[in-house]
């Protein structure tokens, strides 16, 4: 990595890996799990979802708890079924080419992808290693994540963090190489040969004037996507709608909604919109990096919903919902991990 690279990243503490960001305040969640006396007690703090939805938790379980339209009609494709059988799948459903793609239990974007045709159809379901979701391409031009929580008994709650998403992308000039544009992309900088390899066989075009060209669909921040803050369009009409999704089962306390809307009014009149996921209790507060935060001031932030989780779920507990024991929590998470790891692993291999 080049000297300006580093500077770069010292400079900027939202490019640290994760563990550098977290370890500082690591003695804080450890403090929790000892007044809880237990090392997973997030786990009661949204009793429908696995683990609490900390980790590991899938799509269609979640999608199960949410009101019918409020997310993107989904096919479930089992892994290890012929291709043809899930392709009657496909022509059994309303699904039309292009259709989204990604794992049942997934993060950070990992093997999401757009297919356009049966041979990329083919290729990823020949290649992907787990369940997976045939799903509708959802075309609303904005992208937005809501942290939302509420404490049980409550029949409103509070939304702590509002801000949409941008997509990493370049846009041609007509003379540029789409090689060069990623080179020249500040924030493609840290994933050059993950970028390109995906990209391969267009790297020689030569983009058009203003045209804009997506360098990829997953709008995670750890995909290269652009946070930035709402913070001025929460409101209670916002708060309402939210409301009115978390009390649809009354078991959803604590996470991150991650939606696609026409537009902000449009959402804020509950209207227009379709849920592309609920983060349980490992959500980060994305709102953190979307506001032009120090680093001390995105801690604070963190550690304030830390709080609020532990709140939840010793609460929850206190109701009957027991935290999982030490065995189960383990071996569960190291079943996630390992999963996580051999997707991250294809993602990066994988160009379709």
């Known amino acids: 990595m080049s000297l300006k690279k580093i500077l770069f990243k010292v400079t900027h503490w939202e490019t640290w890996h994760y563990a550098a960001k977290y370890i500082p305040i690591a003695p804080v969640w450890a403090w929790y799990c000892l007044r809880a006396r237990s090392i997973w007690f997030f786990t009661s703090s949204n009793p429908t979802l696995t683990f609490g939805g900390f980790h590991g938790e899938t799509k269609s379980e979640m999608y199960e708890q949410l009101p019918p339209g409020s997310y993107p009609y989904s096919v479930y494709v089992r892994h290890g079924i012929a291709f043809e059988e899930a392709e009657a799948q496909l022509a059994n459903s309303i699904l039309e080419y292009p259709f989204a793609v990604k794992p049942d ?37 904005l992208e937005v994540s809501v942290f939302y929580y509420r404490l049980p008994g409550q029949l409103s709650g509070t939304i702590t963090g509002f801000i949409k998403k941008e997509f990493l992308q370049v846009t041609g000039d007509g003379i540029s190489t789409l ?45 290269g996507g652009k946070l930035v803050s709402l913070e001025h369009e929460k409101d209670k009409n916002l708060l309402k709608v939210f409301d009115d999704l978390s009390l649809y089962t009354k078991q959803f306390y604590y ?30 507060p994305h709102h953190v ?20 989780l532990y709140k939840i779920s010793v609460l ?4 009957g919902v027991n935290y999982w024991d ?15 790891k051999i997707l991250k692993q294809l993602d990066r291999a994988t160009t379709v």
């Open 105 to 141: 239990a997934g993060m950070m974007g990992f093997m999401f992808r757009k297919i356009r045709n049966r041979d990329e159809l083919r290729e990823y379901h020949q290649k992907m290693p787990a369940d997976y979701i045939m799903q509708q391409w959802v075309d609303y031009p």
């Open 326 to 340: 030490f065995r189960r929590g383990k071996e569960y998470y190291k079943k996630a991990n390992k999963h996580f």
């Open 179 to 223: 090689d060069r544009l990623i080179d020249n992309c500040a924030r493609a900088r840290f994933r050059l040969a993950e970028v390109k390899s995906k990209h391969a066989d267009k790297l020689n075009h030569v983009i058009p004037a203003g045209q804009p060209y997506v360098l990829s669909h997953a709008l995670n921040l750890s995909r």
């Open 255 to 284: 996470g991150r909604y991650d939606i696609k809307c026409a537009s902000i009014e449009a959402l804020k009149q509950g209207k227009d919109f379709s849920i592309l996921e609920f983060n349980g209790s490992g959500a980060e």
């Open 316 to 319: 929850n507990h206190r109701n």
């Open 289 to 308: 990096y979307g506001n032009g935060n120090t680093l001390l001031k995105a801690y604070a932030i963190l550690i304030k919903h830390w709080q609020i």
